[in-house]
C-alpha cells in the first residue's frame, strides 16, 4: 500500500526523533518519561510505537484505563504488528480478566501466525481457565508438536493428563535434550517458535476456542510425479500427524528432486533433532541459512540447535545478537540471550536483557520468575 506524505514523515522524521527521546526517558523517573512521550505524541500523533510504549508505562505506573487506550490505539495505527497485537491481548486477559476480547485477539494473531507458540499457550490458558480441558489439551499438544522443550506446555499436559497417561507423557517430553543446569538457574529461554511455513488455508473456527485444525494429506490416489512443493505439502501433513520417520523420508526425497529448497532443509533439520540426529539436523539447518541467509526463522532455529543440543553458546549467542540487531523488541531473542548470557556466567548481562523484556510486557511470567532467582543467587543488582 502506498504511503501518504504525512505517513512518511511519521516514519522517517518521527522515528529519529523518538529514538532521542527514548535516550532521555531512561534517565528519569517513570511520571517524567510519560511526558515526554505525551509531548512526542502532540506532534507525531499517529506513531504506532509511541502509543505503546506509553501503554506500558502507564500499566507500570498502575493506570490501567490510560493503558488500555494507548494499547489499543497502537493497534489500531498498525494492527499488522505481531507485537501489540499480543500486547492488546494479554492486557485483556491477564489485567481486565475481559476473556472474550482476548480469545478473539489471540485467534486472529493465530489466524497469520499459526506457529506462534506463545499464542497457542495463551489460549491454552483461557481454555483451562473456563474449564475447556479437551481444547486446553490440543492447544498444548499443539505447542509441543512445534517445540517440544516447552515447559508451560509440559507442565499443563501433566497436570491435564490422567494419572494412567502421566507416565508416558513424561517419557515423550525427556526425550529431548536439555541445556546444562545452573542452581539456582531462570526458566530455560525456548526462543524458537515456527518450525514450518505458513500453509495457505485460513484457522477455521465454529467456536471461539476450537484449535486451528491440522493440515490433513490428501486420501485420493497418489500423482504419479510430485512436484517438490506437493511432497513438501504432505511431508508437513505427517509432521502435523507425529508421523516423524515418513515425513523425513519425504523430505529427503523432495531434496533429491530439489537440492536448494531451503524451506525442506529447515524442515528437516527440525524433524532431525526430534529423532536425536544431531548432526544431520546441524547439516540441514546450516544448509537453509546458507541458501537464505536473511530469513529469521532459519537464523533462529540454527542458533537454537547450537545452544540446546551442541552447547555453542557463543556461536548461539552471535546469532542472536545478529537477530536483536534487527529486531530489537524481539522478546523472544531477549529471552534467549538473557539466558544464554547466564550459562556464560554472565549475570549482570542475563538481568539486563530480562528487564527490556519486562519494560515491552511488564506481565511476562517467565522475566518476572528469572529476576528474583539471580538476586536469590546475590548476583550484583546493577547491570551493564
Not at 556461536?315 to 538473557?338: C, G, T
Request: net charge negative.
Amino acid at each position: 500500500m502506498k504511503l501518504s506524505a504525512n505517513q512518511n514523515l511519521i516514519l522517517i522524521e518521527g522515528a529519529a526523533t523518538y529514538e532521542r527521546i527514548l535516550t532521555d526517558v531512561r534517565e528519569v523517573e517513570m511520571d517524567e518519561g510519560i511526558r515526554y512521550i505525551k509531548d512526542f505524541l502532540k506532534i507525531y500523533p499517529d506513531f504506532a510505537r509511541a502509543h505503546n510504549d506509553l501503554a506500558v508505562m502507564y500499566y507500570q505506573t498502575g493506570n490501567a484505563l490510560k493503558a488500555l487506550a494507548h494499547y489499543e490505539k497502537a493497534h489500531k495505527l498498525d494492527p499488522g504488528n505481531v507485537t501489540y497485537r499480543k500486547n492488546l491481548a494479554d492486557f485483556y486477559f491477564v489485567e481486565l480478566e475481559w476473556t472474550g476480547d482476548a480469545i478473539h485477539t489471540y485467534l486472529d494473531i493465530l489466524k497469520d501466525n499459526p506457529f506462534d507458540v506463545e499464542t497457542l499457550n495463551a489460549l491454552g490458558t483461557i481454555s483451562l481457565q473456563i474449564g475447556r480441558r479437551e481444547q486446553a489439551r490440543q492447544y498444548f499438544s499443539r505447542t509441543l508438536q512445534l517445540e517440544s522443550t516447552n515447559r508451560e506446555a509440559q507442565q499443563a499436559l501433566q497436570q491435564l493428563a490422567p494419572p494412567a497417561d502421566a507416565a508416558a507423557n513424561s517419557l515423550q517430553i525427556s526425550q529431548q535434550a536439555a541445556p546444562p543446569v545452573r542452581n539456582p538457574e531462570p526458566p530455560a529461554a525456548t526462543p524458537f517458535r515456527d518450525l514450518f511455513r505458513l500453509s495457505e488455508s485460513d484457522v477455521a473456527s465454529n467456536s471461539p476456542l476450537t484449535p486451528p485444525p491440522e493440515n490433513v494429506s490428501s486420501t485420493s490416489a497418489p500423482v504419479p510425479e510430485r512436484t517438490a512443493e506437493e511432497l513438501y505439502q504432505e511431508a508437513i501433513s505427517l509432521a502435523n500427524a507425529d508421523n516423524i520417520s515418513e515425513a523425513i523420508c519425504l523430505l529427503e526425497r523432495l531434496l533429491a528432486q530439489d537440492s536448494r529448497h531451503a524451506l525442506a532443509h529447515n524442515d528437516l533439520g527440525v524433524l532431525c533433532q526430534k529423532v536425536g540426529d544431531r548432526q544431520k539436523s546441524r547439516q540441514h539447518h546450516e544448509e537453509a541459512v546458507r541458501l537464505q541467509p536473511a530469513n529469521r526463522i532459519f537464523q533462529k532455529n540454527l542458533a537454537d540447535l547450537l545452544y540446546m543440543e551442541f552447547f555453542e553458546f557463543e556461536e548461539a549467542l552471535s546469532i542472536y545478537v545478529r537477530l536483536l540487531a534487527k529486531a530489537p523488541r524481539d522478546i523472544e531473542i531477549l529471552k534467549a540471550i538473557a539466558h544464554v548470557s547466564n550459562e556464560l556466567g554472565r549475570p549482570e548481562d542475563a538481568r539486563f536483557f530480562y528487564e527490556r523484556v519486562l519494560g515491552f510486557q511488564p506481565w511476562d511470567r517467565e522475566a518476572l520468575t528469572a529476576l528474583p532467582l539471580l538476586e536469590e543467587a546475590n548476583l550484583p543488582r546493577e547491570i551493564r
